[in-house]
């Protein structure tokens, strides 16, 4: 009697979930499921369906009591798997602020629910149909639109142009007279024309270009005084990472400040750039990561939380206001974007730009220290020149007598005066509101204070 053939151990794989836990935990591998490294899926934790990433390669199971106490693996996202820098920057953060791994990864799987890939758009056309079969007067309508515009449309746009409502569309394609297509994905025209630079700027433009074409970690401090010319700098930067196929993050401090930046770059190559932040729809969210995910997305632009997207090939990064204090996270997970910016970049092997016009003393320290090489822009582009700035010292100033009390030098108030006859406008600032409890020397500037205060 032949005995049947011994089946092989069961196959176990290791999973971190999105949950404030420092571990992964093991799960049975279901018949039929393949699974890899930085695959997402969902399991079961204490009655509740959560998200997780596999965390190593899947392996077999010795001893067979483990099985009885193991859960399965309860699905598995196609064609979702975390690249591999970005389970190595998980780790990375993690380590340095002292947060549970499964933190940082809710920060990278920030969808949530919305991990499924986006429903295609579609569009339809008109079918040929009878035409002695009787039809109302609302789908005459829709017939007369598409036979005059053969372009592919939405549903909502057919309704809308046609003047009916969406439910007569919907009878019509039920009925079979509208045939639904994929609407078709329009490479963006990109616009890569060079723009007029000055001598610094073309040459540091050169430079940080210059290491796109030799991948490893470069951190580039690009200072210069307001107005010389920086965003043009690391344009050309962000021009060439495209050109190479690469992707590029963009980080400003406050994204709702970054309005003027996104007209300015639509000008410059003719195509937005994808924008993540908090305030925007759960479905442009969903959207936007599985286009940062398969690398279809080229420019990212947003706050602090884009660094923690999937990019499939970065190739890039730009901290614009790199001093700006936005940059640090105080609640919840602690840490300066900036920073884990510099970290992001060093683990891929990829160049980050810091850009400023008052450098942050720690930036300072690492270019004189040489981990960074600075570009420095001394001029204002096209010529322009500084406002004039004046200090007065009120210590030295001489009232006439019988004149009350003012905090506002005589040169002050004369241009003042001068403003508003010009028809102009004058802002003041105060470093204190109300009233200054604190008394001072008109003579040396001495404060006088209580002895027992």
Same mark, same amino acid.
Not at 131 to 156: G, M, R, W, Y
Not at 202 to 210: E, G, N, P, S, V
Not at 374 to 380: G, I, Q
């Given at each position: 009697?032949?005995?049947?053939?011994?089946?092989?151990?069961?196959?176990?794989?290791?999973?971190?979930?999105?949950?404030?836990?420092?571990?992964?935990?093991?799960?049975?591998?279901?018949?039929?499921?393949?699974?890899?490294?930085?695959?997402?899926?969902?399991?079961?934790?204490?009655?509740?369906?959560?998200?997780?990433?596999?965390?190593?390669?899947?392996?077999?199971?010795?001893?067979?009591?483990?099985?009885?106490?193991?859960?399965?693996?309860?699905?598995?996202?196609?064609?979702?798997?975390?690249?591999?820098?970005?389970?190595?920057?998980?780790?990375?953060?993690?380590?340095?602020?002292?947060?549970?791994?499964?933190?940082?990864?809710?920060?990278?799987?920030?969808?949530?629910?919305?991990?499924?890939?986006?429903?295609?758009?579609?569009?339809?056309? =008109? /079918?040929?149909?009878?035409?002695?079969? %009787? +039809?109302?007067? #609302?789908?005459?309508?829709?017939?007369?639109? !598409?036979?005059? *515009?053969?372009?592919?449309?939405?549903?909502?746009?057919?309704?809308?142009?046609?003047?009916?409502?969406?439910?007569?569309?919907?009878?019509?394609?039920?009925?079979? =007279? /509208?045939?639904?297509?994929?609407?078709? %994905? +329009?490479?963006? #025209?990109?616009?890569?024309?060079?723009?007029? !630079?000055?001598? *610094?700027?073309?040459?540091?433009?050169?430079?940080?270009?210059?290491?796109?074409?030799?991948?490893?970690?470069?951190?580039?401090?690009?200072?210069?005084?307001?107005?010389?010319?920086?965003?043009?700098?690391?344009?050309?930067?962000?021009?060439?990472?495209?050109?190479?196929?690469?992707?590029?993050?963009?980080?400003?401090?406050?994204?709702?400040?970054?309005?003027?930046?996104?007209?300015?770059?639509?000008?410059?190559?003719?195509?937005?750039?994808?924008?993540?932040?908090?305030?925007?729809?759960?479905?442009?969210?969903?959207?936007?990561?599985?286009?940062?995910?398969?690398?279809?997305?080229?420019?990212?632009?947003?706050?602090?939380?884009?660094?923690?997207?999937?990019?499939?090939?970065?190739?890039?990064?730009?901290?614009?206001?790199?001093?700006?204090?936005?940059?640090?996270?105080?609640?919840?997970?602690?840490?300066?974007?900036?920073?884990?910016?510099?970290?992001?970049?060093?683990?891929?092997?990829?160049?980050?730009?810091?850009?400023?016009?008052?450098?942050?003393?720690?930036?300072?320290?690492?270019?004189?220290?040489?981990?960074?090489?600075?570009?420095?822009?001394?001029?204002?582009?096209?010529?322009?020149?500084?406002?004039?700035?004046?200090?007065?010292?009120?210590?030295?100033?001489?009232?006439?007598?019988?004149?009350?009390?003012?905090?506002?030098?005589?040169?002050?108030?004369?241009?003042?005066?001068?403003?508003?006859?010009?028809?102009?406008?004058?802002?003041?600032?105060?470093?204190?509101?109300?009233?200054?409890?604190?008394?001072?020397?008109?003579?040396?500037?001495?404060?006088?204070?209580?002895?027992?205060?």
């Amino acid at each position: 009697m032949m005995s049947s053939p011994l089946k092989p151990p069961p196959l176990a794989v290791d999973v971190l979930v999105s949950m404030p836990v420092d571990r992964a935990y093991t799960y049975l591998v279901p018949e039929g499921m393949s699974l890899q490294w930085g695959d997402v899926v969902s399991v079961s934790v204490q009655r509740r369906i959560v998200n997780g990433v596999v965390w190593g390669s899947p392996y077999q199971l010795e001893q067979k009591k483990q099985t009885l106490r193991l859960k399965t693996v309860e699905h598995i996202f196609t064609n979702v798997r975390l690249p591999e820098i970005s389970l190595e920057f998980i780790k990375w953060v993690a380590a340095y602020t002292l947060t549970p791994l499964g933190t940082i990864l809710r920060m990278t799987l920030s969808v949530r629910k919305g991990l499924e890939p986006p429903a295609p758009q579609l569009v339809y056309s =008109l /079918l040929s149909y009878d035409p002695t079969l %009787k +039809l109302s007067a #609302a789908c005459q309508k829709v017939i007369a639109l !598409l036979n005059q *515009d053969e372009h592919f449309k939405s549903l909502k746009d057919i309704a809308m142009h046609a003047g009916v409502t969406p439910g007569v569309v919907k009878r019509m394609i039920d009925k079979g =007279l /509208l045939i639904a297509h994929e609407k078709p %994905k +329009l490479d963006p #025209a990109w616009r890569f024309e060079t723009i007029p !630079l000055s001598i *610094d700027q073309a040459a540091a433009a050169k430079h940080i270009c210059d290491t796109l074409h030799h991948p490893q970690f470069h951190a580039i401090l690009l200072d210069g005084v307001t107005g010389s010319g920086k965003t043009e700098v690391y344009f050309e930067a962000i021009a060439e990472a495209c050109k190479l196929g690469k992707q590029v993050l963009v980080l400003l401090p406050e994204i709702a400040l970054g309005a003027q930046w996104i007209s300015r770059f639509t000008e410059r190559f003719n195509v937005k750039p994808e924008v993540w932040h908090s305030e925007i729809s759960p479905a442009k969210r969903q959207k936007l990561w599985h286009s940062v995910l398969i690398g279809q997305a080229r420019v990212v632009v947003g706050a602090r939380s884009a660094l923690f997207l999937p990019y499939a090939n970065l190739g890039l990064i730009v901290i614009d206001e790199e001093h700006d204090a936005s940059f640090k996270q105080e609640e919840g997970v602690i840490y300066n974007a900036r920073d884990m910016a510099v970290a992001r970049a060093h683990l891929g092997q990829i160049p980050i730009v810091l850009v400023t016009a008052t450098p942050a003393l720690e930036t300072l320290m690492n270019c004189e220290s040489g981990r960074y090489e600075r570009l420095h822009l001394p001029d204002r582009h096209g010529g322009a020149l500084l406002p004039q700035i004046e200090i007065i010292d009120m210590r030295h100033i001489q009232r006439p007598r019988g004149e009350p009390q003012t905090w506002l030098s005589p040169d002050l108030r004369k241009s003042i005066a001068e403003a508003t006859e010009r028809g102009e406008q004058v802002m003041l600032y105060l470093n204190r509101r109300g009233y200054a409890p604190l008394t001072l020397c008109r003579t040396c500037g001495e404060r006088l204070a209580c002895p027992s205060c």
